[in-house]
């Protein structure tokens, strides 16, 4: 939500980081309550699942950092 | 018989301690290095304090930035009496504090007993293949963007009944508690020695017992901290409940309707277009932060109590 109300909500990869953004999270945020269509509500379902896998993918990827430090020191 | 009577050891000189030729050596091959070794300390440590007062400036800004624009426009008639219309000066977030209190004890109500259960579970079979993945998934979850926990509670709670909810909400706000207290929960009791345990179970304490009478007991300093400081972090938070409890313009305490939530309310003002309502987002801000300062207070109180001094 901090993001989302300073980030600038373009729907466009700018090449400069001083230019508005979006992210997936508050892309959700602002649109969630406006989708009336199933359409666009399950893109924005695909969005949050998205969010899920990178979750999911960054914590497995921690947990096999862990995982390894600690076999080296067995 | 020139014998002497008693030998006489002569004084003792104070050894002058010369270097040998290895210690020469050594202290010749390291002596740019110990100006290095110094100087690189310095720098260090240099930095490692400005880190320290980085870490806290966010914080006194914030602070300064709130008390700034918030604190003329917090006064009782702000905890009191409802938002007015726009273009009308003065009215608060009565609705909203309440509000924010019912969701929160909710979530609380429905969080905190899972997740001290599953943190009891965690903590009392380490090795089992349940406990790695419930582990694992409790990480997952607690890294989970709010937002998504959010159109799960949608998309659970709102869409099948066609109705905004407070319970929503609070469900949404539960699901992101519970793998916080949980790991919190799993790691106090850890803590407790184990010949605490053993003792109990001497004594002819089934498990069950050992591990809720006496394990969680012993815990539970730690157990209450860890669920203080939960409940303070999803009190502001306001993505999960922006499509579940809605928000409110007016007096709203039945569970099933959507009901209006002190963060929900600072959105909806502050990306207003109005100067009145950015004041009031300000105020409610300043009050949302004392509120959670004062959580985490009591947290740091109640591990102090009993621990002696906190141990940080």
Same mark, same amino acid.
């Given at each position: ?49 998205t ?24 | 018989?020139?014998?002497p ?17 290895r210690?020469t ?6 002596r740019?290095?110990l ?32 008390v ?33 209190l %019912?969701?929160? &004890?909710?979530?609380? @109500?429905?969080g905190?007993?899972? #997740?001290?259960? *599953?943190? /009891? ?14 582990r ?5 979850l ?71 009478t ?8 730690? %157990?209450?901290? &860890?669920?203080?400081? @939960?409940?303070?972090?999803?009190? #502001?938070?306001? *993505?999960? /409940? ?19 939530a ?11 277009p ?28 109640v ?10």
């Open positions: 939500m901090a993001v989302t109300m300073v980030i600038g909500n373009r729907h466009e990869i700018a090449a400069s980081l001083f230019s508005p953004g979006y992210t997936m999270a508050s892309l959700i945020a602002n649109e969630f309550t406006e989708a009336t269509n199933d359409l666009h509500l399950s893109a924005l379902m695909a969005v949050g699942a969010l899920l896998v990178i979750t999911l993918v960054v914590n497995a990827f921690a947990r096999w950092l862990v995982w390894r430090v600690g076999r080296e020191q067995a | 018989m020139n014998q009577i008693a030998t006489v050891t002569p004084p003792r000189q104070p050894r002058i301690d010369r270097p040998s030729g210690q050596a050594f202290a010749e091959r390291t740019g290095t100006l290095r070794r110094r100087v690189v300390n310095y720098v260090m440590v240099g930095l490692t304090y400005t880190a320290a007062l980085l870490a806290t400036l966010p914080l006194l800004l914030i602070l300064w930035h709130l700034k624009q918030g604190a003329t426009t917090v006064s009782m008639d702000f905890f009191t009496s409802m938002p007015k219309p726009v273009g009308e000066e003065g009215g608060g977030m009565a609705n909203a504090i309440v509000g924010s %019912i969701i929160v &004890g909710l979530a609380s @109500a429905m905190l007993p899972i #997740g001290v259960g *599953a943190g /009891l579970y965690l903590a009392e079979s380490k090795g089992t293949r349940l406990a790695t993945l419930v694992f998934l409790s990480d997952v607690n890294g989970l963007p709010s937002i998504v926990v959010g159109i799960f509670a949608w998309q659970l709670l709102v869409r099948p009944f066609r109705q905004f909810s407070a319970l929503a909400g609070a469900v949404a706000l539960a699901a992101m508690m519970i793998p916080f207290v949980t790991r919190a929960t799993e790691e106090m009791i850890r803590l407790v020695p184990v010949s605490l345990r053993e003792a109990a179970l001497a004594l002819g304490y089934t498990r069950w017992r050992t591990s809720l006496i394990v969680l007991r012993t815990a539970l300093p730690g %157990i209450v901290t &860890g669920a203080l400081v @939960a409940i303070a972090r999803i009190a #502001g938070e306001t *993505a999960p /409940l922006l499509f579940t409890a809605f928000g409110n313009q007016f007096w709203s305490l039945k569970p099933t309707e959507p009901m209006a002190l963060p929900l309310q600072i959105f909806t003002y502050a990306i207003s109005y100067d009145e309502w950015h004041a009031q987002a300000w105020a409610g801000a300043l009050v949302l932060l004392i509120l959670v300062l004062i959580i985490s207070l009591i947290a740091r109180f591990t102090r109590s009993r621990f002696g001094p906190a141990a940080d």
